[in-house]
């Protein structure tokens, strides 16, 4: 079973840059697309973007300029960095598989809030 | 991008009854790739539906999906009280992949 768990600081200050790690386990990271994806205390799904377990990304266009996702598959592993952060980006983030038809696996969430 | 609108935004339903819930797109969404998540509360979303109409692994038959183009639909045929929740349609056939705002269905 394959599961995923996502880690990183649940503070960050405005400006600075939001950082978050997601563990894969129970399978191999090798042809699948993985993604973060955010939700803002009760509202709806944000996707931010995704990276190929070969390293190829694409990001959604609203944050292109802010974010940046890496892999490194020998640790099972990939990475989002969100830059110049506001309030705005006050959320739950989750890593999340995702195959040809949808996304099949997610990570529980991590709540990342944005204050001084 | 493409905009989805769910509609109702909230549904009161009494368990045992019918639920229709609506998506719509602004443009058409390339081969009918249209997914629906079910979200409760401090959990991550579920797939439930892909491709408009196909069942995820172990999703329940009461549980389906239909519509094309820009009009999508999930039906759950007799809701149980697990079933009470977030549900958001997702289309994954253009980029960015967007979501919809999502449907609470609620006890009556």
């Known amino acids: 079973q394959v599961q995923l768990r996502e880690s990183g600081p649940g503070l960050v200050k405005p400006s600075e840059t939001l950082s978050l790690t997601c563990t894969v386990s129970?399978?191999?990271?090798?042809?699948?697309?993985w993604s973060w994806i955010r939700q803002p205390p009760g509202k709806g799904l944000e996707w931010i973007g995704y990276?190929?377990?070969?390293?190829?990304?694409n990001y959604n266009p609203s944050l292109k300029s802010r974010v940046t996702i890496s892999v490194d598959t020998s640790k099972n592993q990939f990475s989002l960095k969100l830059t110049s952060v506001t309030a705005a980006d006050t959320a739950v983030y989750y890593c999340?598989?995702?195959?040809?038809?949808?996304?099949?696996?997610w990570g529980q969430g991590t709540l990342v809030t944005v204050s001084s | 991008e493409i905009v989805l609108t769910q509609s109702p935004g909230t549904l009161s339903l009494s368990p045992g009854e019918r639920a229709t819930l609506s998506c719509r797109a602004s443009?058409?969404?390339?081969?009918?790739?249209l997914a629906w998540y079910q979200q409760k509360p401090g959990q991550a979303p579920r797939l439930l539906i892909y491709?408009?109409?196909s069942r995820a692994t172990g999703i329940p038959d009461r549980f389906s999906g239909s519509g094309s183009g820009t009009d999508f639909t999930l039906t759950i045929s007799r809701l149980e009280p697990e079933d009470f929740a977030v549900y958001y349609c997702?289309?994954?056939?253009?980029?960015?992949?967007?979501f919809g705002q999502g449907t609470k269905v609620e006890i009556k």
């Open positions: 443009q058409s969404v390339s081969s009918n790739y």
């Open positions: 129970g399978g191999s990271m090798n042809s699948f697309y």
């Open positions: 491709g408009a109409s």
């Open positions: 990276i190929y377990s070969t390293g190829s990304t």
């Open positions: 999340a598989r995702e195959q040809n038809w949808g996304f099949d696996y």
């Open positions: 997702q289309q994954y056939g253009s980029s960015p992949q967007t």
